[in-house]
């Protein structure tokens, strides 16, 4: 489990329950790394102002991240976290490597505020 504040997905059934009970969904999968850290980061800081999207991290060496590894959307992905938005249960966005707030918010308010 990683080190952060953010909610954990630790299984399979939780990631299928978070997916299908949130329209809007942001998971970083990761390590506690310096890529990954600033990622968890941002989410941590932005969970209070975007209270319709559920923020998630997932352990990248745990096996529930096959469920984010396996995704066509990061198939390519080299860097870590992977990080990826999910819209009523369908991917709408997905990045790898560091991502300040800046970014994160476009794709947020692009994808996911509603």
Known sequence: MLQTNLKHVENDNQ?????????????????MGPMCLPVYDVMENLE????NV????????E???????KLPEVRNFMGLPLTVYFKNGKVVEATSSIQNKA???????KHLDN
């Open 15 to 31: 990631f299928q329950e978070l997916i299908e009970k949130n329209e809007n969904v942001m998971i970083c999968c990761g390590r």
């Open 48 to 51: 209070d102002k975007y209270e």
């Open 54 to 61: 559920a923020f998630r991290d997932v352990a990248f060496d």
């Open 63 to 69: 096996p529930v991240s096959n469920n984010i590894r």
């Open 103 to 109: 970014q994160v918010t476009k794709i947020i308010e």
